[in-house]
């Protein structure tokens, strides 16, 4: 059993479209994490939370910590933002991650 | 920024031979982490490190070892490289335990 799900696995999206990726976990955290993936390998983290939502430009992050579920929106998106889209939780000792979203957005 | 910088970008070797992965972080970070990715199976820990020669075993230790000389400085080592061994090789580094990852460009190794 995975300790982080996501879904979907793939998401193939017109550019402008509104992107929601889901990452549910099933261990306590103290964080969530959102990790972005470009073809190449290097990875970025885009978002840590612990609650609520956090917004930065055309990206939004949410958590519900009670239903242990996140979500990942993507508003406009945009041929660049094709990428993986890795949740991973962080248990205050270790991390755990899911396995990725790949995204593509046609222009 | 945090720099986190891995010796090759791509790496060839073949069966048998010893193979070792450099990482070089820039921020005074405490922790290192070694991950190897294959599709489907996302991130998995190899070794980490929270201290100067100081090592643990993650998830998927086997055929694999560090070393943690100095601070900044995290190397993985295959000391007999398999073909099973072929991934993507992904150092990362951390503040604290519970802080967010910074990553390398990774390391693309194929294993003939």
């Known amino acids: 059993k995975n300790e982080v799900e996501q879904s979907p696995q793939n998401l193939t999206a017109q550019e402008g479209e509104f992107i929601t990726i889901n990452c549910s976990y099933s261990?306590?955290?103290?964080?969530l994490h959102w990790l972005q993936q470009h073809p190449g390998g290097g990875i970025v983290s885009l978002f840590m939370?612990?609650?609520g939502k956090k917004k930065h430009g055309r990206l939004i992050a949410t958590i519900n910590i009670q239903e242990k579920h996140s979500s990942l929106h993507i508003t406009a998106s945009h041929p660049r933002d094709s990428a993986v889209y890795i949740c991973?939780?962080?248990?205050?000792?270790?991390?755990?991650f899911g396995t990725g979203t790949s995204l593509t957005v046609i222009p | 920024d945090v720099k986190v910088t891995q010796s090759s970008r791509y790496l060839v070797k073949r069966t048998g031979e010893k193979v070792f992965l450099e990482c070089v972080q820039d921020?005074?970070?405490?922790?290192m982490f070694w991950y190897r990715q294959d599709p489907g199976l996302g991130l998995r820990l190899i070794y980490f490190?929270?201290?100067?020669?100081?090592?643990e075993k993650g998830d998927i230790p086997e055929g694999y070892s560090v070393s943690r000389e100095k601070k900044e400085r995290f190397s993985l080592i295959l000391e007999s490289a398999s073909t099973n061994q072929t991934s993507m090789y992904l150092c990362a580094s951390s503040l604290a335990r519970d802080e967010k990852l910074f990553f390398g460009s990774g390391t693309q190794l194929s294993v003939l």
């Open positions: 991973a939780v962080n248990t205050g000792n270790q991390f755990y």
């Open positions: 261990v306590g955290i103290s964080a």
């Open positions: 490190s929270y201290d100067v020669k100081m090592k």
């Open positions: 939370l612990s609650s």
């Open positions: 921020m005074d970070h405490e922790n």
